[in-house]
């Protein structure tokens, strides 16, 4: 799922892009995907857009007359942009957005069809979008230890509940707690108040150097690769490859959907974490420690 870093730099393209343009008409290729029908998608034809903002990891466009169309990426939604003229992709376009400018594909891959548009009118009703997760780029550190211990969760589910922080989501909440040396299962209301400043101060650096690194590498053209999986992460998506850090290889524990990854002996005291699929089959085989070489060295 796009995240904070991706979703802002959506926001810089299309701000580049649409600001102050007119969208002249919307193709649904997917009839699903637009989940209102009160205003209607037609109320935004001919209509400037006055803004683009991010609203945790959801982009709500801005039109004259107080209207919104608010875009949710979920896991698999992506944004293509065409000069005019250009062809989407047909068999995972969903909708395409026809601006003065060019044209706005939103994209989808796979048969699960999550991502959402919804046109709403007014503040008030864009306002029900915000679930309600604290900005960590400009909140105080008080802020920020107050909603961390206002629910005692896993850090893991606690950087990526969007109730309690705004648009960390799987990937860059395994980048934060390696940066940070922080178990993804420490209880948020047990962890100390120096393992809070370094969440804070590892989350804000995390977050501030992956915007600017997939700013960098777009270099001034329409994001085109926005995926969750980046060699130069750390421990994301990196199971037994070494850690950058110590050379140690990369645990996950495996969860519905998703899983997370982490570095032992960087952030567990050299404990590997019971994955639930994995220690059910092997029981008492499951190791809890990571495997050591002859000479006594953990394996890499």
């Avoid at 903002?53 to 169309?69: H, N, T, V």
């Amino acid at each position: 799922m796009p995240e904070l870093p991706d979703v802002e730099l959506y926001r810089e393209a299309l701000d580049a892009r649409v600001l102050g343009r007119k969208l002249r008409s919307v193709t649904l290729k997917s009839p699903f995907v637009l989940r209102t029908a009160v205003p209607p998608l037609p109320a935004l034809f001919g209509r400037t857009v006055t803004s683009i903002d991010r609203i945790g990891k959801r982009i709500a466009f801005g039109f004259d007359g107080d209207f919104f169309l608010v875009v949710h990426l979920m896991i698999a939604g992506r944004l293509q942009w065409k000069p005019e003229g250009g062809k989407a992709p047909a068999k995972i376009t969903l909708a395409v957005f026809d601006f003065e400018s060019g044209e706005l594909a939103l994209t989808e891959a796979g048969t699960r069809k999550r991502a959402s548009l919804h046109v709403v009118h007014g503040r008030e009703a864009l306002a029900a979008f915000d679930l309600g997760g604290l900005d960590v780029m400009t909140a105080t550190r008080d802020e920020f230890e107050s909603r961390l211990r206002s629910e005692n969760h896993t850090l893991k589910r606690s950087l990526t509940d969007p109730t309690l922080f705004s648009g960390i989501g799987n990937a860059y909440s395994d980048e934060i707690l390696h940066r940070a040396k922080l178990s993804p299962l420490a209880m948020s209301q047990k962890v100390s108040t120096e393992e809070v400043d370094r969440l804070l101060d590892a989350t804000r650096d995390v977050l501030f150097e992956w915007t600017n690194r997939l700013r960098e590498q777009a270099g001034g053209l329409f994001p085109a690769k926005v995926t969750a999986f980046h060699p130069e992460m750390a421990v994301h998506g990196r199971f037994k490859a070494p850690c950058p850090v110590c050379g140690a290889p990369v645990q996950r524990i495996v969860y519905a959907e998703n899983e997370a990854n982490y570095c032992a002996r960087c952030q567990t005291k050299g404990v590997v974490l019971a994955d639930r699929a994995l220690s059910r089959v092997l029981h008492k085989g499951f190791s809890r420690k990571l495997p050591k070489t002859s000479d006594g060295d953990v394996e890499t």
